[in-house]
């Protein structure tokens, strides 16, 4: 079975510029969470889908992020346009439906903006 | 709100030592808790869990016992390994509503033969 896998593992971007992250859960996972580690301080969620619906955006930092799972399967999270806080690395994980609480996660995308 | 307090690091030892990351937490319900490890280059994999009080949870020779009377959930190893080296979070998940997880901020840990 596939893990999670998220891409690109890697971005260099200059502030003020447009960047877009995937993330493809394990097959069946409904749920589907984005985190951040900025500096390496704490990773902090940012949201969570259930399938295509958005259930909780309380830690999106502002409105230049924008979270997207089309049909309930891949997710996309632009950042429009990015500043120089928003470097760090950005980790999706995934989850079945209710019942369990541990979450898969992939190995992240380290974003950099100059 | 609820937190996560993790020891600070980089903690280093020598191989064969004696491993404690301390982690405490906050949580106003009855949470599951999480040890991840994040080893060079690689994302996060989950070392062990507890779901309720005085559950023990044990992986690859690590374990941690969820003690809600001191809300704690200290990571031990008996004797560490080069390999162990990583960094290590602890995660506490509410069990409610989104199952989002809240991390501490990870201890690394430098393992040396």
């Known amino acids: 079975e596939a893990g999670v896998t998220q891409f690109p593992s890697h971005s260099v971007i200059e502030k003020g510029q447009t960047v877009t992250l995937r993330c493809d859960p394990i097959?069946?996972?409904?749920?589907l969470y984005w985190y951040r580690r900025v500096m390496g301080k704490e990773i902090k969620f940012l949201l969570h889908?259930?399938?295509?619906?958005?259930?909780?955006e309380s830690g999106m930092p502002n409105n230049r992020f924008l979270a997207e799972r089309t049909g309930g399967t891949y997710s996309t999270l632009k950042v429009q346009p990015a500043e120089l806080e928003d470097s760090g690395v950005y980790f999706c994980?995934?989850?079945?439906?209710?019942?369990?609480?541990?979450?898969?996660f992939g190995p992240g995308t380290r974003l950099t903006v100059t | 709100g609820d937190s996560v307090t993790q020891m600070e690091g980089p903690v280093t030892l020598s191989e064969e030592a004696f491993l404690t990351i301390n982690c405490t937490y906050t949580a106003t319900g009855y949470p599951s808790l999480f040890w991840y490890v994040q080893y060079p280059g690689e994302g996060l994999q989950l070392l062990l869990k507890?779901?309720?009080?005085?559950d023990k949870g044990s992986n690859k020779g690590f374990e941690a016992t969820y003690r809600k009377e001191t809300t704690s959930f200290h990571l031990e190893k008996g004797s560490v390994q080069v390999s162990d080296s990583a960094v290590y979070f602890c995660?506490?998940?509410?069990?409610?509503?989104?199952?989002?997880?809240?991390f501490g901020t990870g201890t690394r840990l430098k393992v040396l033969a």
């Open positions: 097959s069946g996972h409904d749920n």
């Open positions: 889908f259930v399938k295509e619906s958005k259930q909780d």
């Open positions: 507890a779901t309720k009080a005085d």
């Open positions: 994980a995934s989850s079945q439906a209710s019942g369990t609480y541990e979450q898969y």
């Open positions: 995660a506490l998940s509410d069990n409610t509503g989104t199952y989002k997880y809240i």
